[in-house]
Each structure stands twice: as structure tokens, then as C-alpha cells.
Nanobody, 125 residues
Framework: VQLQASGGGLVQAGDSLRLSCAAS????????VGWFRQSPGKEREFVAA????????YYADSVKGRFTISRDNAKITVMMRMNSLKPEDTAVYYC???????????????????WGQGTLVTVSS
């Protein structure tokens, strides 16, 4: 599975962005997908994840209510809508895929086997 994240950019606080994670590989629909982010000097942190069926989604407390993750298995794409962006959301955002995460590990970066190259989101105050 190869992943490519896109949609980042420079926005002002309160604006919205939509990130996309495009995948190659016909088995993508069987993978859970997560979004993570990393800012300079900080560890990579979990943002959101969605099960392969789309039936369950998970969010970090810091983005709950503002970000929405969704997927279109027909288009082998996972999207994340980010509303009410804050300066602290500034980071490189990565999408990742896994076939082995369980509830207790879906927020853990090491549970993911495939990673995209990242897309930079900068939120100015």
C-alpha cells in the first residue's frame, strides 16, 4: 500500500482545510487509516483514525468536534475535514494504514505499517 497525503496549506485561525490521503493498492479497503501530526521538537501524535469499514472513528481530544475523518473505499481515499483551526494545529500531517491495530493500539504510531509523505498545515494567529 502506498499513501500520498495532500491538502495542507497556510490558513488563518478559524479557517478550514480538508486533507486527503490517496492510496494505491486494491486491498486498501481492508486497512484502518489514521492521521498523525508532528510539529518541530515534538513527537508524532495521533489525530484521528477510521476503521476499514468506516463504521468506527476515533479522535484525539484536542481535535474532537473540530475534525472529521471519512473514507471512500471506492475512490481509495481517506479525507479529514479540519474546521476551526488553531495555531496549535500547525504541524506536518501524515496518513498511515494498518491491518493489525486493535482498540488499544489504533492511536499508536508503531501500530501502522504504511505511511504517506506528509503535508504541512500552518495556521497563523
Amino acid at each position: 500500500v502506498q499513501l500520498q497525503a495532500s491538502g495542507g496549506g497556510l490558513v488563518q485561525a478559524g479557517d478550514s482545510l480538508r486533507l486527503s490521503c490517496a492510496a494505491s493498492g486494491r486491498t486498501f479497503s481492508r486497512y484502518d487509516v489514521g492521521w498523525f501530526r508532528q510539529s518541530p521538537g515534538k513527537e508524532r501524535e495521533f489525530v484521528a483514525a477510521i476503521r476499514w469499514s468506516g463504521g468506527s472513528t476515533y479522535y484525539a481530544d484536542s481535535v474532537k468536534g473540530r475534525f472529521t475523518i471519512s473514507r471512500d473505499n471506492a475512490k481509495i481515499t481517506v479525507m479529514m475535514r479540519m474546521n476551526s483551526l488553531k495555531p496549535e494545529d500547525t504541524a506536518v500531517y501524515y496518513c498511515a494504514a494498518t491491518s493489525r491495530a486493535i482498540l488499544s493500539t489504533i492511536r499508536v504510531p508503531s501500530s501502522y505499517d504504511y505511511w504517506g509523505q506528509g503535508t504541512l498545515v500552518t495556521v497563523s494567529s
